[in-house]
């Protein structure tokens, strides 16, 4: 008997509920905070069997490395909170990365616009 073909997108589903719960922290704790308020989560991947999930930020502060320093230091606090906030048994790890979309999309318009 064949096995059943299966596809799930149950990483996607998991990274999109870690990514809209994480955003929501983030607003709700850390909104006073000058680093972090300029953060947007434009992105996330579940991996490992959905132990871990790549939040991907874009942030509109040109120190990009303090804010991932500042996400980085945060992520403990974050991924507690997001336990609280889960009705899963087991929290993947986070961890945040930059997501630089909109500067090569700039960087590719402008070396289209210097062909002409």
């Known amino acids: 008997m064949p096995k059943k073909q299966f596809n799930s997108n149950r990483g ?3 990274a999109s509920k870690v990514q ?40 509109r502060n040109l120190d990009v490395a303090a804010v991932q320093a500042r996400l980085d230091a945060i992520t403990r606090t974050v ?13 993947p790890d986070i961890k945040f990365a930059y997501d630089d979309t909109l500067e090569r999309a700039a960087r590719i318009d402008e070396l289209l616009s210097n062909l002409k």
């Open 12 to 14: 996607e589903r998991v």
């Open 20 to 59: 809209t719960l994480v955003a929501e922290i983030l607003r709700d704790i850390y909104g006073d905070d000058p680093l972090i308020s300029g953060v947007s989560l434009v992105g996330a991947d579940a991996h490992g069997g959905l132990q871990f999930v790549r939040l991907y930020f874009y942030t």
């Open 79 to 91: 991924r507690f909170e997001l336990a609280a906030r889960m009705n899963q048994k087991y929290v």
